[in-house]
């Protein structure tokens, strides 16, 4: 089994920033991917960040070059750093995890309104 742990969330003004951070505990062998998705209410869950085990990175055009997606130095910690954000990014982001041997992970969520 696979914990994960969302914090960070709150509201911001646009054009502000946000860091997201995934704890990720538990049976962590076999985990090849962690990414990040969002939901809006009304609309389609979206993925928005994915890093793999070897560190590659993958972004959707719509928070390519305003989201990055790392490794704390601490270990078991994904984050999100998002930059520029806007209204259309309000959102509940949600951390997953893929295990090779058990499958994906989602955590709880957590929130993110961008408002003036």
């Known amino acids: 089994q696979v914990q994960l742990a969302e914090s960070g969330g709150g509201l911001v003004q646009p054009g502000g920033s946000l860091r997201l951070a995934c704890a990720v505990s538990?049976?962590?062998?076999?985990?090849?991917?962690m990414a990040w998705y969002r939901q809006a209410p009304g609309k389609q869950r979206e993925l928005v960040a994915t890093i793999t085990d070897g560190g590659m990175t993958d972004y959707p055009d719509s928070v390519k070059g305003r989201f990055t997606i790392s490794r704390a130095s601490a270990a078991n910690t994904v984050i999100l750093q998002m930059n520029s954000l806007q209204p259309e990014d309000t959102a509940a982001y949600y951390c997953?995890?893929?295990?090779?041997?058990?499958?994906?992970?989602w955590g709880q969520g957590t929130q993110v309104t961008v408002s003036s």
């Open positions: 538990g049976s962590l062998f076999g985990i090849s991917r």
């Open positions: 997953t995890a893929h295990s090779r041997y058990s499958g994906d992970y």
